[in-house]
């Protein structure tokens, strides 16, 4: 039973520390952005062209890549007076949310296995 609390106080903490993440991504918007930047065949994009993609105006795609670029999530990088976003493919911010799914997965196993009490399935 005092692993299960070490677990959840843990996956609390790091889940605090994924919080920009998932609202940067929570939002529909800025999912449609992040997707966008995906699929562009080169690598960035300027507002211009995102704004295009998501029939939204210039001020909100500059709104949503604030977030998402504040989260950590995309990079902007400029070419004279050109500015490019794209998916930022740094380890540090992905790999601290594969390590919460990790945790998640882990005290999940860890919790079937010591048959810790949950909901039935009839209960949703």
């Known amino acids: 039973m005092e692993e299960c609390v070490q677990q959840r106080k843990l996956l ?6 994924c919080r920009e993440i998932f609202i940067a991504l929570g939002d529909e918007t800025r999912q449609q952005i992040f997707i966008a930047l995906l699929e562009h065949e080169q690598i960035g994009m300027r507002v ?8 939204l105006s210039r001020p909100a795609v500059s ?3 604030r977030i998402l670029k504040d989260a950590g999530l995309i990079r902007m990088h400029r070419e004279g007076t050109r500015n490019y976003y794209y998916v930022d493919a740094g380890r540090k911010r992905w790999g601290q949310l594969k390590k919460l799914i990790d945790h998640v997965d882990h005290a999940v196993s860890s919790a079937e296995e010591n048959d810790y009490p949950r ?3 009839d209960e949703d």
């Open 119 to 121: 909901f039935r399935e």
């Open 48 to 55: 211009g062209e995102i704004t295009a993609c998501t029939h």
């Open 63 to 65: 709104h949503h890549l």
């Open 12 to 17: 609390s903490r790091e889940f605090q520390g």
